[in-house]
Nanobody, 115 residues
Framework: QVQLVESGGGLVQPGGSLRLSCATSGFTFSTYAMSWYRQAPGKERELVAAITNFGDTNYVDSVKGRFTISRDNAKNTVYLQMNRLKPEDTAVYYC?????????WGQGTQVTVSS
């Protein structure tokens, strides 16, 4: 059974940091591209950051220089380090695993940036 379980969300003040984790099981993690998406209230889900199975990364412009995606294939886990958080980063954050034609989503973790 495939599972993707996000954790690490919460309430943080502007300028603060959070580290999200997505622990996975049920598929060969090292062969999948992994990504983080987010969805704010009333908005479409958007890609935030992605990492290939080779370790290449890319980011949406709004988080470049503040967020870092990484993966630990030994732990079947992908991370999103988020620094200098802004109120506009408030959203539910989801991890996604892709290896065509298979696509899996986690259940999401809430991140709220507010003073």
């Amino acid at each position: 059974q495939v599972q993707l379980v996000e954790s690490g969300g919460g309430l943080v003040q502007p300028g603060g940091s959070l580290r999200l984790s997505c622990a996975t099981s049920g598929f060969t993690f090292s062969t999948y591209a992994m990504s983080w998406y987010r969805q704010a209230p009333g908005k479409e889900r958007e890609l935030v950051a992605a990492i290939t199975n080779f370790g290449d990364t890319n980011y949406v412009d709004s988080v470049k220089g503040r967020f870092t995606i990484s993966r630990d294939n030994a732990k079947n886990t992908v991370y999103l380090q988020m620094n200098r958080l802004k109120p506009e980063d408030t959203a539910v954050y989801y991890c996604r695993a892709v290896r065509s034609p298979w696509r899996y989503w986690g259940q999401g973790t809430q991140v709220t940036v507010s003073s």
